[in-house]
């Protein structure tokens, strides 16, 4: 059983209007059982300079697949050093991935959706749930106008997937460019893969840069033609 209901969320929601208000909600109620889920797009570098600013403890993890770009390693040393803080990284089972690769190959998720999906939950979805299961709350940089699967999200939500924690979504309201706006003007390192077309950030062989007019997540899994692209972590606005 979470610490909240929706129904208690669903007032408190009604008197947050900006994205330092909900984290300053999250801070007071949730802390230090919170963590901000990090890749260090747009929305993550924000969130995460708006989160120090507000409270120096403030934990961050990231998803190690072991598939990762470069770019990203070097966005983590640089919040590392920026904000004086040790990011917390959570590996996937050795022995789950030893097996996958033993059975199906390196690069198993370009052979089928079913395979695509084993590798998330192995790299990704697996140690997400491990770590969501220490928390009573979980920040995300999710946007209701990133992708018809993301719109209709709240800034204080309960996860059901999750142990009923609070999934806290400070930018939901937020347009890109007003994101961008915020990390420029702050000057916040955010991941460089960013300046070369890549809006979503992931695993180095499932990511690519996307073309003007393109939908801002077909550079995840580009080789797959299903437009409901995720990898398990925010299933719950999926369906
Ligand atoms: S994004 Fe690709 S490499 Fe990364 S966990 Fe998913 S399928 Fe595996």
Same mark, same amino acid.
């Given at each position: ?38 890749? &260090? ?6 969130? @995460?300079?708006?989160?120090?600013? %507000?409270?120096?403890? *403030? ?13 990203? &390693?070097?966005? @983590? ?9 040790? @990011? ?24 089928? %959706? ?24 979980? %920040?995300? +940089? ?22 009923? @924690? ?30 070369? +077309?890549?809006? *979503?950030? +992931? ?6 840069? %996307? ?20 990898? +398990? ?7």
């Amino acid at each position: 059983m979470g610490k909240f209901t929706q129904q208690e969320l669903d007032e408190v929601n009604k008197t947050l209007s900006t994205p330092e208000d909900c984290l300053k909600w999250a801070f007071d109620n949730l802390h230090p059982k919170l963590a901000k889920a990090s890749s &260090f797009g747009a929305e993550d570098a924000a969130i @995460i300079d708006m989160m120090f600013k %507000i409270n120096s403890d *403030s934990r961050l993890f990231t998803l190690e697949t072991g598939r990762l770009p470069k770019e990203t &390693f070097d966005a @983590i040393e640089q919040v590392e050093q920026r904000y004086n803080t040790k @990011i917390e990284k959570l590996y996937p089972d050795p022995n789950e991935v030893e097996k996958m690769i033993e059975e199906k190959g390196l690069n198993c998720f370009y052979d089928s %959706i079913e395979n695509r999906k084993l590798c998330c939950g192995i790299r990704k979805v697996h140690p997400m749930n491990k770590m969501l299961a220490t928390l009573d709350g979980w %920040i995300t +940089g999710l946007r209701n106008d990133q992708n018809q699967n993301r719109s209709g999200a709240s800034m204080l939500e309960i996860d059901e997937m999750h142990g009923n @924690i609070v999934k806290v979504n400070p930018l939901v309201n937020w347009t890109f460019d007003e994101t961008w706006d915020y990390v420029k003007s702050n000057n916040c390192p955010y991941n460089k893969l960013l300046d070369q +077309g890549y809006p *979503s950030i +992931g695993c180095e062989p499932c990511t690519r840069p %996307i073309k003007i007019g393109e939908d801002i997540r077909a550079g995840r899994w580009w080789w797959e033609n299903d437009t409901n692209k995720e990898c +398990g972590l925010h299933m719950n606005h999926d369906n």
